[in-house]
């Protein structure tokens, strides 16, 4: 054999090593990749499964409100449990949501994708899509979320309907509710005689209120409302806005005959700070006065922020004519006297720099145990 032959066999040899070796290599490296992947998912598999048995076995919560103070405090309950019931008023009248009502005829959606976005998994994105609001055109005004449930109520013909079926599409933690699927507005009474009609006209005049009333009277409430609230663990009221919110859940016949009937504990979260118009010079003992009339009782439970706001933020709140909502040792006397235990802490969040929300994640926990002492 010639040099030439023998290089040739040579570096054929050393190919097919090199090429053998590097495959047994890379084939080794691939299945390491592959059962490090395969481990990683199983890791999260069971980190997930945990957490989904955790909150499978956390205590079943009904809340009743409306707006951005419910979803508020539904964004920290989803933490601690998935038997969260989430019973939202059909009041609305402005915006997008009572163009919808007086054009289709569909109830207000407005409030219930708020809270539908609070328990779903991952809400920042589903906020930005289901939030985004048109700002040219016909649909101007309107957001996608209120336009999407409208499309399901058209297409289920029956907006209790389309609610539950955005419920599955979201996979959410819990179930968001209309208190009923009836068209009802809010009436009142003022102390001078004079009527008022709707949301928007209630919200001038809360001050000046003497009664307050839905109509029609017979309305009534959806089943599964007054089901969950048979087998809730605890009853909480708000946050949000005492007259448009929290009551006109309460005014529907036979709700609050429930919550009475099943002798639950009940919570009230009361707002940060009055509400100009609908609140203006209420206090926290009287927002609780309002829930006694239709509760038949006082709450159990009050939670009240004892965080003072920072000036800068409380003087932007003062020129809108809202002030902060604190208890007085006077107030505390006269709840104690009624048997109504009184939680003072820091409850509020700043969120885009100026603006206070409820702390979900704080008072979720002080709800979270008020249910482990009852247990």
């Known amino acids: 054999m010639d040099w030439r032959s023998g290089f040739l066999l040579g570096l ?6 090199i090429s053998l070796l590097r495959s047994n290599i890379f084939s080794n490296g691939s299945r390491t990749r592959k059962k490090d992947s395969m481990k990683r998912i199983r890791q999260s598999s069971v980190m997930s499964n945990a957490i989904d048995l955790r909150l499978a076995m956390g205590p079943s919560i009904v809340t009743l409100g409306g707006g951005t103070g419910l979803s508020s405090l539904l964004s920290g309950l989803k933490s601690f449990t998935r038997n969260i019931t989430a019973v939202v008023t059909v009041t609305d009248e402005g915006g997008s949501s009572g163009r919808l009502r007086d054009e289709w005829g569909v109830l207000p959606p407005g409030d219930i994708r708020n809270c539908l976005v609070a328990l779903a998994e991952d809400d920042n994105e589903l906020r930005q899509i289901l939030d985004f609001r048109f ?13 999407i449930l409208l499309a399901l109520t058209e297409i289920s013909g029956d907006f209790r309907l389309g609610v539950e079926r955005i419920n599955n599409l979201l996979a959410i933690r819990g179930k968001v509710l209309p208190v009923t699927t009836e068209s009802v507005s809010i009436f009142g009474r003022t102390f001078n005689g004079d009527f008022v009609r709707g949301e928007l006209g209630v919200t001038k005049c809360g001050s ?27 009853i909480v009221f708000g946050p949000g806005s005492l007259f448009t919110s929290v009551l006109p859940n ?15 504990p009940t919570v009230y979260v009361a707002n940060l700070m009055t509400q100009p118009g609908e ?7 009287k927002h609780i006065q309002w829930l006694e009339n239709f509760l038949g009782k006082v709450p159990d439970f009050v939670l009240v922020n004892n965080q003072n706001i920072p000036e800068p933020i409380l003087s932007n709140y003062s020129e809108q004519g809202a002030f902060p909502l604190f208890l007085t040792m006077d107030e505390r006397e006269y709840l104690e006297k009624k048997n109504c235990e009184v939680i003072e802490a820091p409850f509020f969040s700043i969120s885009e720099g100026s603006v206070l929300r409820h702390n979900g994640q704080a008072v979720s926990e002080v709800l979270m145990k008020i249910c482990r002492e009852r247990e």
Do not use: C, Y
């Open 12 to 17: 054929l040899s050393a190919f097919l090593i």
């Open 135 to 147: 700002d040219q055109g016909e649909l101007k005004g309107h957001s996608l979320g209120n336009l």
């Open 208 to 234: 000046e209120l003497e009664d307050i009333w839905l109509e029609p009277g017979d309305s009534k409430p959806v089943t599964e409302v007054l089901r969950s609230i048979q087998e809730a663990d605890i």
């Open 250 to 264: 309460l005014m529907v016949p036979g709700v609050s005959e429930m919550i009475t009937r099943t002798s639950l």
């Open 279 to 285: 609140t203006d010079g209420f206090s926290v003992s």
